[in-house]
């Protein structure tokens, strides 16, 4: 089983609001990661953890605050967001920080108001 | 020099025709070049990839060509379907703390019944 599953499919939220994206894989793999996806342009990496630690953080704005409460579970907190960073959101893991396959889920599409 | 170049950026084929999307990489510490197939709403899914010690790999239909004097790479798709449909990005995988995608630009490819 190759699936990375995410939640919510959609979020409509307010530049006031706070809102969690979530993520589930249980292909056992200790490395986990977020990406931003604005439309009709590649992923651009956000965040990586390994072993639920945060390894990598791509300069992201603190409005975005990841949590990884374990090795299967991996969440984006929201808050304060900004219009333009209303995008399609992807997580993806891979057996661990070596390992080069990235498998995606489907996203979460968030759009700001 | 951490960029992968994607051509073309949009590509209408034939059904049955040969579809082929091209890649060119600078860097030569990338050392494994997937490809990802995205159908809109979708996430990325890792269609078909290569490790640079190989000049040619085929799945099915599916084949990528590597020339790593050249450092370009593409991928072909024999007998063309409407169901192939999507966008596909070419990328390249770097360790910098973690294996790190870089993607190219992507390709829209549209097959015509």
């Known amino acids: 089983d190759t699936e990375v599953t995410q939640t919510p499919k959609h979020l409509v939220m307010g530049m006031t609001n706070k809102k969690s994206l979530k993520c589930e894989q249980h292909m056992g793999h200790r490395a986990m990661y977020w990406y931003k996806q604005k439309a009709k342009k590649p992923p651009e990496l956000m965040f990586v953890y390994s072993y639920e630690k945060l390894s990598i953080n791509e300069s992201v704005p603190s409005r975005f605050s990841p949590e990884c409460p374990n090795s299967s579970l991996l969440n984006l907190h929201l808050h304060a967001l900004q219009p333009e960073d209303s995008a399609l959101y992807l997580c993806?893991?891979?057996?661990?920080?070596?390992?080069?396959?990235?498998?995606f889920g489907p996203g979460t599409r968030l759009l700001v108001l | 020099q951490q960029q992968v170049k994607q051509s073309p950026q949009s590509l209408i084929v034939q059904k049955g025709g040969i579809s082929i999307i091209n890649c060119a990489y600078e860097?030569?510490?990338?050392?494994?070049f997937p490809w990802y197939q995205q159908f809109p709403g979708k996430g990325p899914a890792l269609l078909i990839a290569?490790?640079?010690?190989?000049s040619e790999k085929k799945e099915g239909r599916f084949t990528i060509s590597f020339n790593k004097s050249a450092k370009q790479f593409s991928l072909h798709i024999m007998d063309s379907q409407p169901g192939d449909s999507a966008t596909y990005f070419c990328a390249a995988s770097i360790f910098q703390g973690a294996q790190k995608l870089v993607f190219g630009q992507g390709t829209r490819l549209t097959i015509n019944p």
């Open positions: 860097n030569t510490a990338f050392d494994y």
């Open positions: 993806a893991s891979s057996q661990d920080l070596q390992g080069r396959t990235q498998y």
């Open positions: 290569i490790r640079p010690d190989v």
